[in-house]
């Protein structure tokens, strides 16, 4: 089913306009401020690329240094395998292989120590045969073994120095195995702090930013700041609860915000190897980072401001030139709309007089008059009993003198309603469309709620009329054998509902599906409008519904002010008259 909703006209606010300064003012600052936020746009998508520019950079520096770390532990893993084939090590001649590793080139900083399942066996910043520290001379030493013993090499965490003390030292080793293949040793090379310093110190960022290498412990091996090497500077802890859940042999980056041990936000960029196990950090202060956004906020809240006040001081200016004689014309313009709205009121209330005078005409003249010549045809049927053509005429006759008093009946009966003054709107209603269903035939459904007496008396007359013209529609035009009507109120409104089951309102253009409309539901809506209410119809191949309804609060025909008395003469003659 296609269902179309006519709508109701809004009634114009009798009430002033909006200040014309006013609206010009707001206009000329929403285009300020339309061209502020463009203007602003295209500037922060250049101060974002650059905020993406920086972090991109930080996870760079962060990616190199890891790199850098990684090649220096591949370099000393290099050199620990070429020592381990030595024929000195393999024989067993301590101090041949000692003399080796004495003539090894290693970088500054650098030792090598020759390691049994017990303790050093050879250590180049000893001499030869000088007692050594023993395996257990170290805390964490099983954890170290079993690392060698599992991967084959292994590189330490940051530890302190025994043979060289004072010395922050990082340890690679390299197992060494009998040639049963059980375990017999392993090969160390110490990486000094300083060497890692240097690779930290080797790329070139802003001195605010701090850059760090950690162990798998998250214990600084070496750190740099404003071109300081140090190894006092500890993990944010927001990388810490990051990396706690992460597999320490997966390589994995990313960026964490968190606070470094001065209280200051950072953005931190981060490397974890999976190799080492080490992680490298860049840690840039968010003020770095977002500078070129709040650079750009700034510089716009300045030109912003003056625009919006040298424009809205402007458009005050050109708005006062042109506000007086607007608002004058506006005003003319609203009391005339006025003027119309209470005429139509006016056209309403003398539509209703000469309804029930034309009613009382009908009823008394022309009802009477119809059954005087029905009367006057029934003395005529002796006369025509010898002529079966004239019986048939004189039966016709009949039927239509009977059609025209139904008719007729109909016609006074939706023209003159029961008194409301007495009855009430309830009981109106309803003996009006108990009467209207036994008169045109139909099966009428009513449900009216007895809160609806309370409305006031102007609008209960007003819904009476509705009613009325949209069961005459349904009588004239749908085609209808069932009819229901509601009433009741609701959210302080007056709601009736009129449904059928007739065909639906005509179709006076195929092509857009526009509905043919006499005056009827135009004089609905004028009725309904005067107290604010409005009408809505849906109508398809399955019948029509109507919903009209008014709010019942503070509306009433008696506080609308009324046209002149000469108007209401002069308006009253032409409608009689005519």
């Known amino acids: ?45 250049n101060a974002v690329t650059e905020r993406k520019a920086i972090r991109d950079r930080a996870l760079g520096t962060a990616i190199a240094l890891s790199f850098g770390s990684d090649q220096e532990v591949a370099a000393g893993n290099a050199l620990l395998k ?86 922050t030292t990082i340890a690679l080793s390299l197992r060494i195995d009998h040639p049963d293949g059980t375990m017999k040793g392993f090969i160390t090379t110490i990486l000094s702090q300083n060497r890692f310093g240097t690779i930290l110190g080797g790329q070139e960022i802003p001195e605010e930013w701090t850059r760090g290498l ?53 953005l931190v960029a981060y490397r974890s190897s999976g190799a080492t196990n080490w992680t490298t950090v860049v840690a840039v202060p968010l003020a770095l980072v977002n500078a070129p956004i709040t650079g750009i906020l700034w510089q716009m809240i300045g030109p912003a401001a003056f625009l919006l006040l040298a424009g809205g001081l402007a458009a005050l200016f050109m708005a006062r030139q042109v506000e007086r004689p607007l608002l004058t014309l506006a005003h003319q313009v609203m009391e005339a709309k006025g003027e119309v709205t209470e005429l139509s009121e006016q056209l309403l209330a003398l539509q209703e007089e000469e309804r029930q005078r034309i009613a009382r005409e009908l009823h008394d003249s022309t009802a009477q008059c119809l059954v005087a010549a029905n009367l006057g045809l029934g003395r005529l049927e002796p006369e025509l009993r010898l002529s079966p053509a004239g019986l048939k005429t004189y039966a016709g006759i009949g039927d239509l003198l009977d059609r025209a008093l139904l008719e007729l009946r109909i016609f006074t009966y939706l023209l003159h309603p029961p008194s409301l003054a007495d009855d009430g709107l309830r009981a109106t209603l309803q003996a009006f469309i108990e009467g209207f269903a036994e008169r045109t035939g139909l099966e009428a459904d009513i449900r009216i709620s007895d809160r609806v007496d309370d409305a006031p008396s102007d609008v209960q007359r007003s819904i009476l009329r509705v009613v009325q013209e949209a069961l005459a529609n ?62 809505k119809i849906r109508t398809g191949s399955e019948g029509t519904s109507l919903l009209a309804y008014v709010p019942v609060l503070g509306s009433s025909l008696a506080s609308v002010p009324r046209l002149p008395l000469r108007i209401v003469s002069r308006f009253r003659a032409r409608w009689v008259g005519g």
């Open 1 to 45: 089913m296609t269902d179309v909703a006519t709508h109701g006209i809004a009634v114009p606010p009798r009430g002033g306009f909006p200040s014309l300064r006013g609206r010009v003012a707001l206009t000329f600052t929403a285009v300020v401020l339309l061209a502020c936020v463009v203007a602003a746009a295209l500037l922060l998508s």
């Open 82 to 167: 070429g020592l381990s084939s030595s024929p000195a090590l393999k024989a067993g001649d301590e101090k041949a292989f000692y003399d080796q590793l004495m003539a090894t080139p290693i970088p500054e900083g650098s030792w090598l120590i020759l390691q049994d399942l017990e303790g050093q066996v050879v250590n180049t910043l000893r001499p030869f045969g000088t007692a050594l520290p023993r395996h257990r001379d170290f805390p964490n030493y099983p954890e170290a073994l079993n690392r060698i013993r599992e991967r084959g090499w292994a590189v330490s965490g940051r530890m302190a120095s025994i043979v060289k003390p004072g010395a």
């Open 214 to 266: 950690y162990d798998r412990k998250l214990q600084p091996i070496a750190t740099v700041r404003a071109a300081e090497v140090s190894s006092s500077i500890p993990v944010p802890d927001a990388l810490g609860t990051r990396l706690a859940s992460a597999d320490a042999n997966r390589t994995i980056d990313g960026f964490v915000e968190g606070i470094d041990e001065r209280g200051i936000p950072v």
């Open 474 to 535: 349904v009588h004239r035009h749908a085609g209808a054998s069932q009819v229901h009507v509601g009433a009741r109120l609701v959210a302080g409104r007056l709601v009736v509902r009129i449904r059928d089951n007739g065909r639906g309102m005509a179709v006076l253009d195929g092509s857009n599906g526009r509905h043919r409309m006499g005056v009827g539901i135009p004089g609905m809506h004028a009725r309904l409008r005067q107290f604010g209410g409005d009408l």
